[in-house]
């Protein structure tokens, strides 16, 4: 059986023709999961915010197609003001990959190829899913300080991966909210922005999305701010929703992800999608039956509730949602708090 990094290196090892002169000014990339349209609404209600000077337009750009999502997108495109947008699906080969291994990082770098190829602008800036923007100048801040400083990238985080640092290797910057020259990302071949085995300085390593390229540029071409502002980040939220879909039985959510996910699509969707999210009766009852589907029960769990519930007041209290629908957000989040708080 051809396995998918091979089948990388077969597919993408050329970018498609690139525009002959692209345009001065930023596109944002939107990647979300397509079982999933409430991340579509929650990143539309994000760029929407947003200064959109040296905005050129706005590419989303769904793991997979799903019967329903592009009818939720031209319907609520409309209700947004934002640049020109366009929706940019799968290819064929792309969707069988998605459908058959369901590898959240997988999926994520075949988003990412497939909005560059898109791209019609000199920059791309990759939106996070499960990254809420505060402040309405981030955007525009973030792609003029990386234009003035001609830089390749300009990230917003260090990355989590501590063996870089331990070789000497400090100036790479985590994926999300990444701002990039797209020439810079074309002089590498595709499968080599996927996370990847390889060799840098004579060493072996696990490489995560993009990182490999970075590791190859001067690094007073890479950096990131000295600080992180003006957003709010929950981390790896469809991941944990790609590992609870290949779960069987109980499944532990110990970072309580799965419950963030129900809470979203309780206050920002009012279709009548039908999520495989258990509903927020279910997931409660997780917090004492071990037999739940989604369980609240492990070792580690409790101690990682202050960090979760402290991201979502931040969100609640941010200003960039409603007072109703914070109003439900406390509301809902009220059994968790006396079982956790």
Known sequence: MLKIPTLSKWSYIQWNRSVKKPIDGYTILLPVPGDLPVFLKIALEVSATQDSEGLVETLVIPDRKVSGFTECFNEWKTKFDISPIRLINPNPIEQLISLYQNNPHNNHWLQIIRGINASVSTHALLHDADLFVTKDDFMKTHYQTCVQRNLMCL????????????????????????????????????????????????????????????????????????????????????????????????????????????????????????????????????????????????????????????????????????GQKAHILHKSIRNFDLAFG
């Not at 990355?159 to 400090?170: F, R």
């Not at 007073?220 to 000295?226: E, F, G, S, V």
């Not at 969707?269 to 989604?294: A, C, F, H, M, Q």
Request: aromatic content about 16%.
């Open 155 to 322: 990230g917003v985080s260090p990355v989590w991966d501590c063996w870089y640092k331990e070789q000497g290797i400090d100036h790479l910057t985590a994926t999300w909210e990444i701002i990039f020259d797209i020439s810079w990302a074309r002089q590498f071949q595709p499968w080599k922005h996927r996370g990847h085995n390889d060799v840098i300085n004579g060493k072996a390593h696990t490489f995560d999305t993009m990182l490999y390229p970075q590791c190859q540029t001067e690094p007073d071409k890479i950096d990131r701010h000295k600080q992180e502002w003006g957003f709010i980040h929950f981390n790896y939220v469809i991941c944990t929703y790609r590992w609870f879909q290949k779960s069987n039985g109980p499944f532990e959510d110990d970072y309580f992800r799965i419950l963030l996910i129900r809470l979203l699509i309780d206050v920002f969707d009012p279709s009548e999608w039908s999520y495989s999210v258990p509903t927020l009766d279910v997931l409660e009852k997780g917090i004492t039956d071990k037999s739940n589907r989604v369980t609240y029960c492990g070792k580690y769990t409790a101690e990682h509730y202050s960090e979760f519930r402290s991201k979502l007041e931040k969100l609640i209290t941010s200003g960039i949602i409603d």
